[in-house]
């Protein structure tokens, strides 16, 4: 991290857990444990429990978000919730291109552009999420697969409108298997991400362009992970569910 140059930022994925009830209990125990961060803290809850994220968190340093939006502001897109329902509600994050909505539900580089933008217009922050697959990696081409998702992912994005954004990596190899990229992997293709950043949108805007890492970190790597200068905080999956486990994590991105 460099925390002169850019904010770092602690995201809960929350996925499909936690009903209302066990979101209060966990959000409560949440709260005091970080209050004093010197970071940003995000949960990025499920639909249903949003209103619950928002209520217990008015007033306190954790920001709320959604795991995904639609493109379109209304229509008939039956189960589907657009930004601009999001930011009447308050929500000020939304999750966009998460590897699982792109194995399962068939999203692609151009509907999480559309995405992007429909939540951008809205008023959202945006955690862009990028990565590679597994036989990817092994076939050598992760930067020219992490290079073409942002790219596409932010055609039409404006300088100005850059700065609503977080990228996420994501290997997709270290997601809920356990497996984690190492430090020094996790900030390679991070630093790819952000030279890719200073070729679209300038010096300025890469420097302060905010990276997280989104692969599996934990209470027990995280401190090596957001040691590397281009890793600025993560996209918590599994340890978001754990209230001392976020909290440990979330310090060590306050260091």
Same mark, same amino acid.
């Given at each position: 991290?460099?925390?002169? =140059?850019?904010? !770092? ?5 929350? *996925?499909?857990? $936690?009903?209302?009830?066990?979101? $209060? ?5 949440? +709260? ?14 499920? /639909? ?10 008015? @007033?306190?340093?954790? &920001? ?7 493109? !379109?502001?209304? @229509? ?7 930004? =601009?329902? =999001?930011?009447?509600?308050? %929500?000020?994050?939304?999750?966009? @291109? ?7 539900? &068939? ?35 992760? #930067? #020219? +697969? ?22 996420? /990596?994501?290997? %997709? ?5 356990? *497996? ?8 390679? %293709?991070?630093?790819?991400?952000? %030279?890719?950043? #200073? $070729? =679209?949108?300038? *010096?300025?805007?890469?420097? @302060? ?19 590397? /200068? ?5 996209? +918590?999956? &599994?340890?978001?569910? $754990? ?13």
């Amino acid at each position: 991290m460099n925390k002169n =140059l850019r904010k !770092a930022v602690i995201a809960g994925n929350w *996925k499909m857990n $936690k009903d209302r009830t066990e979101a $209060k209990a966990l959000i409560e125990e949440m +709260i005091p444990l970080v209050k004093d961060a010197d970071c940003d803290v995000v949960i990025c809850v499920p /639909y249903t429990n949003l209103e619950t994220a928002l209520n217990l968190t008015e @007033g306190t340093n954790i &920001g709320v978000g959604a795991e995904n939006c639609h493109w !379109a502001n209304s @229509g008939a897109f039956t189960g589907e919730i657009s930004a =601009l329902m =999001l930011k009447e509600m308050g %929500v000020k994050y939304v999750i966009i @291109g998460h590897s699982e909505r792109r194995q399962y539900f &068939g999203e692609t580089d151009e509907t999480v552009n559309q995405r992007v933008r429909a939540a951008l217009d809205a008023g959202l922050k945006v955690i862009l999420c990028v990565g590679e697959l597994l036989e990817q990696r092994e076939q050598g081409i992760t #930067e #020219e +697969i992490v290079s073409l998702q942002t790219k596409v992912a932010l055609q039409g994005v404006t300088n100005e409108e850059l700065k609503n954004i977080i990228i996420a /990596y994501e290997p %997709v190899w270290a997601i809920g298997t356990g *497996k984690t990229a190492t430090s020094e992997q996790a900030n390679e %293709v991070c630093h790819i991400i952000r %030279v890719l950043i #200073e $070729k =679209l949108y300038g *010096k300025q805007a890469a420097d @302060g362009i905010t990276i997280q890492y989104g692969g599996s970190m934990n209470a027990k790597n995280a401190d090596e992970l957001v040691a590397q /200068y281009d890793v600025d905080g993560g996209l +918590i999956g &599994g340890a978001s569910l $754990k209230a001392s486990d976020f909290a440990v994590i979330v310090n060590a991105a306050s260091k």
